[in-house]
């Protein structure tokens, strides 16, 4: 639970607390989280008066020791849970706007550790976004490691960890395991320093893209990369719309915009979106690629609104011809990375993580 300190309580409370000592607090209301505030459901947030009282707890508890989770370990049942990582890469802030109108600003994080050899993102939301730490600030020139406490696990669109309102990032991590880590870091520092300067090609679109070919990607199994390709016979039956859940993406029985308590991932405040996954063969001079894409990448794919896709595909208007010619005869670029995390018997499969057409 959180509780934010606000102007002279800042003087008054802020030299009370101090890390990993036990506090009583008494007279202040719990009330729920402002919903501009919120990362989860449930939330409360405790509020501090004129009426609180702090009285610290004589304990002999030691400190608790955190417990490091490696990246590779992400499941459904994860979280929350504390991980650690050098860092590869911080994109800009991007905002998202739910679907009741509140903005969030979020941050994808980058970040790789000696359990994997595919890097893992870590969304920061909110406050978290405003980076006033030099040494994560400076992440491009400097390595740096950073411990990232209380961070929970979303499966919107593949395995993704969020910060949670608990989450702390700590740059200046002590103990046994840091140690080994950074050793790990500097035996491995050009493969590592490879994989960063490639992150920052395939994320930053202002960039020259460095186009590869799909046998090369092949071979290399790693990495995020594009390729450019055509879709030599786009099939429209391989075109699915269907309602889905707002928050797991996954198919619901309902009309479109209905509040609901998903019945797939149990959040409550869901809401019933338009989804659509289109599954194609992409091929270039060297090879082939099945791939899927989802909502946002459909809509690039096709040039059209997700809630167009979806309606005409409902009532058959779907003007699929010209769309098939556009993406049989033109070439475009995909991004695509290796997925261990959703496959049985960790096979290696290809999956699509961005489209563009320029
Ligand atoms: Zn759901």
Known sequence: MKGTLFENQIQEYGDIFQKDNVYQISNAPLEPVHPKYKDRDGDCSIRFGGQTMVQPIATEVTPNKVQYVPLASVSYESGPDDRYGLVLFISDIRTRITE?????????ISVIDHSTTVQMTISIWNDLTDIKDPKLLSWNTEPVI???????VTTTRGFILSSSLSTTIDTNPTGEEFVAFHDWVMANFEELENKMTQLV????????KSILTIQQILDKKQEIHWVKVKIPEPDQA??????????????????????????????????S?????????????????????????????FKLPIIQIFEQTNIGTLDFGSISRDLS????????????MLTKKQALSWVLKDVSWT
């Open 100 to 108: 009741t109108g509140i903005e969030h600003s979020i941050r994808d």
């Open 146 to 152: 950073a411990a990232f406490l209380g961070l929970r």
């Open 201 to 208: 090609d395939t994320k930053n679109p202002a960039a020259e």
């Open 238 to 271: 391989r075109l699915i719309s269907y309602e889905g859940c707002n928050k797991c993406g996954k198919r619901v029985d309902l009309p479109l915009n209905k509040s609901m308590t998903c019945p797939k991932c149990f959040k409550l405040d869901c809401t």
């Open 273 to 301: 979106v338009p989804r659509t996954t289109f599954k194609f063969d992409a091929v270039d001079e060297t090879g082939e690629l099945s791939l899927t894409t989802f909502a946002e990448d459909c809509e690039k794919l």
């Open 329 to 340: 005869s033109n070439e475009f670029y995909v991004a695509v990375g290796p997925s261990y």
